[in-house]
């Protein structure tokens, strides 16, 4: 089954849009294209702007390879359309998608001219593109008379039923549309002269020029039958039995799905992703830290917006040093007069970069389990807030697996903040226990390196040797680091007791919470002092 053989291989985007820049220039003849990647939306190209917008990896059906292959040939369509067209228009009513979907096989066919080993993933991509297809008799209205040229014109075939005499106006447009096509490439028309039939289109389709268009994305389209291997296999042959330069269609079939030319350019990108993603690492793992590598987490889990947004809010309060309040009463301030007393009329905006350098240690031993997902929710806002600050900083985590500890590098200080982090963050699993002495020792000739001011450490204050964790604490306050504690208690009790235990530890600073909100607060207060 297709959906079932999904590889959760990680392309890393700035790989892909390197990639992307690079191939949309070469099938463009345009040295200034941009490539844009939008979640969840369209192929769409702004030829006035050089901007081509793409859509992830994930927007596409089937495995990680699929979809690249599918993503590829959007990519190559839009780059067609940079070329060969002078305007395209929004799909959202029946005029701009007409005159797009009639510009579609155009610049296919102008471009398959100078790109002839692009037949193979082209018919791959309709093989799919036909399976993630609607049914005509599941869409209602005049979006079903819009979808049904579309396929019609597109592939010569239908996907459903169309009743009474939609079917025969379908086919006279899909007619007309063909030989207008023809007559542009024949007489090297531009876009501008398809876009003068348009109207007739519309007509013969008896539908209006703003007819809404319900646009469907491969994640809501209502598929008609299982989608699996066999339907594109079937699909494929069926396609290259019209293709006539495909002469051996069982060896054809099989060389496009399986796609070998493209495979090594993904193979490619994978490594050069995992050579990304593993930058700024290396060193560390010869220090017997260990890089979570399992990158197919979701890590949306741990991403509070609500709470990114506040402590960011906070952050920018504090940058700008004016704090606004709207209160029912106050100063009355007249910024017309204010305006007129002075000579020259500017605004300046400093931006204030902080010298501040911050190492995290999160604590995942078994006993903040229950507390698991807050510690990283709190974990990531203030992450999120130090690399908006500009702020260097490198973040470690600890867990205890089969009784040896396991240190964690989720982000090195030489590496700026991403997902990638937040995705190493979410698949390490709270368990064991805190042996927090032995990891300060295992930490201390990297943080001796860095030399952090502030050392913040999130932990439930019940480490397994008290004893040695003062020593670490005051090792490490010699090199000039201002060690800080944080406890998040399940409830106000337990933040009490946890901040009792942090007092006994030497920490220069310990505070305990109770709420999850509160953690990146008390991180801003500490970095004012």
Not at 489 to 501: K, P, Q, T, V, W
Request: glycine content about 6%; charged content about 25%; aromatic content about 10%.
């Amino acid at each position: 089954m297709i959906m079932s053989e999904i590889d959760f291989t990680h392309l890393r985007n700035d790989v892909l849009i390197d990639l992307a820049t690079f191939l949309t220039r070469r099938w463009s003849g345009n040295d200034n294209a941009i490539i844009i990647l939008s979640k969840d939306k369209m192929p769409f190209t702004k030829i006035d702007k050089n901007q081509i917008f793409l859509p992830l990896l994930t927007y596409y059906l089937g495995s990680g390879f699929q979809q690249y292959r599918q993503w590829r040939v959007g990519l190559w369509h839009e780059s067609m359309r940079m070329h060969f067209s002078s305007k395209t228009l929004s799909n959202e009513h029946a005029f701009g998608f007409l005159l797009n979907t009639l510009e579609i096989k155009r610049v296919e066919i102008l471009g398959l001219q100078n790109w002839e080993g692009m037949i193979k993933e082209l018919i791959f991509n309709e093989g799919m593109s036909w399976l993630s297809r609607p049914l005509l008799n599941s869409i209602y209205g005049k979006s079903k008379i819009l979808e049904a040229f579309s396929q019609y014109f597109l592939t010569g075939y239908l996907k459903g039923e169309l009743y009474g005499n939609d079917l025969e106006k379908v086919k006279r447009a899909s007619i007309f549309a063909n030989e207008t096509v023809d007559d542009a490439i024949k007489n090297r028309h531009s876009t501008d002269w398809i876009e003068k039939h348009i109207p007739r289109l519309i007509k013969m389709l008896e539908l209006d020029a703003l007819t809404s268009v319900a646009i469907l994305t491969p994640r809501t389209r209502l598929i008609g039958l299982g989608m699996n291997q066999s339907d594109l296999v079937k699909q494929i042959e069926k396609i290259v039995k019209r293709t006539s330069k495909m002469a051996d269609i069982e060896k054809s079939s099989s060389e496009i799905i399986e796609g070998n030319e493209v495979l090594r350019e993904y193979e490619s990108l994978l490594k050069e992703s995992k050579r990304t993603e593993n930058k700024g690492y290396e060193s560390l793992e010869n220090l017997g830290l260990s890089v979570p590598e399992t990158m197919n987490i979701d890590p949306s889990p741990i991403y509070d917006t609500d709470l990114i947004r506040k402590v960011k809010a906070k952050f920018r309060d504090w940058k700008t040093g004016w704090l606004e309040r709207h209160e029912e009463s106050g100063e009355e301030f007249d910024p017309e007069s204010y305006v007129e007393m002075l000579s020259h009329n500017f605004l300046t905006d400093f931006k204030l970069t902080l010298k501040t350098k911050v190492a995290i240690l999160l604590d995942h031993s078994s006993s903040i389990e229950q507390v698991e997902i807050e510690y990283k929710r709190a974990t990531v806002a203030l992450c999120e807030a130090l690399h908006y600050l500009g702020i260097r900083f490198a973040v470690y985590a600890f867990s205890t697996e089969s009784t040896q500890l396991r240190c964690w590098i989720i982000k090195p200080q030489n590496v700026k903040w991403s997902a990638t982090g937040a995705r190493r963050l979410a698949q390490i699993r709270a368990s064991g226990g805190t042996p927090l002495a032995e990891m300060y020792g295992l930490l201390h000739p990297i943080v001796k390196s860095f030399k952090p001011d502030i050392m913040v450490t999130l932990t439930d204050g019940e480490p397994s040797d008290f004893d040695a964790v003062r020593e670490m604490v005051l090792s490490y306050r010699k090199l000039g680091i201002h060690m800080v504690a944080l406890g998040l208690g399940r409830n106000l009790n337990d933040a009490i007791s946890i901040g009792s235990n942090l007092k006994y530890l030497t920490y220069e600073k310990s505070l305990a919470v109770s709420r999850l909100e509160d953690i990146p607060n008390r991180v801003i207060h500490l970095l004012r002092d």
